[in-house]
């Protein structure tokens, strides 16, 4: 006889214990986060440390912060690479060591090897349909950052295009910076 498994509710996941593995709450599951290698690291450093210089006074940018969303009518909390909030959404003073009670402005998901372009891509369309305003895609291989829009089709940046949005006003970067500050081997 199949045993039927439990599916967990929101404060169940939020409840887990803390361990070594990241996990993702998706379709009531428990699943666990791939673990990062060299490069994606590095390029989470890269973002992380130019965002940070941008955002000062506006917003916040967080590492692996999970975020409480809904898909399809369920509980979904993602753990992105990197979130961009703006103290209008979430102000500076609240501080509760919890999820992400709000969509943030910006995630960034850095392809891992294992992962495809297609699932992140499925994934970035579920952020924007839960609320988020943009995703970025980034892929070391390709030295390439898409961007995702809840409006537009997706556009891809490479080498030393300028990636501007005027939901992030003043930020402007290429990939050709991102992976330069990565400090990435040279693909040539």
């Not at 379709?27 to 890269?46: I, L």
């Not at 609240?94 to 294992?114: K, N, Q, R, T």
């Not at 997706?154 to 970067?173: F, N, R, V």
Request: glycine share 4%.
């Amino acid at each position: 006889m199949p045993q039927i498994q439990n599916r967990l509710t929101l404060e169940e996941f939020l409840a887990l214990p803390e361990s070594d593995v990241t996990y993702e709450l998706v379709d009531g599951e428990a699943v666990p986060k791939m673990s990062p290698k060299r490069f994606h690291s590095r390029v989470t450093g890269s973002l992380y440390t130019l965002l940070t210089q941008w955002c000062q006074n506006r917003g916040e940018v967080n590492i692996e912060w999970a975020i409480a969303l809904k898909r399809n009518g369920e509980d979904w909390v993602p753990v992105p690479d990197l979130t961009y909030v703006s103290y209008q959404r979430l102000p500076a003073d609240v501080m509760e060591d919890e999820a992400c009670p709000v969509p943030p402005e910006l995630v960034i998901e850095i392809i891992s090897p294992g992962q495809t372009f297609g699932q992140l891509a499925e994934k970035a369309t579920d952020y924007l349909e839960a609320g988020v305003l943009r995703v970025w895609v980034v892929d070391p291989q390709a030295r390439s950052i898409t961007v995702f829009y809840p409006d537009a089709p997706p556009q891809t940046y490479t080498k030393a295009a300028l990636l501007t949005d005027s939901l992030l006003d003043g930020l402007e970067l290429t990939p050709q910076q991102v992976f330069g500050e990565a400090r990435l081997p040279d693909k040539s």
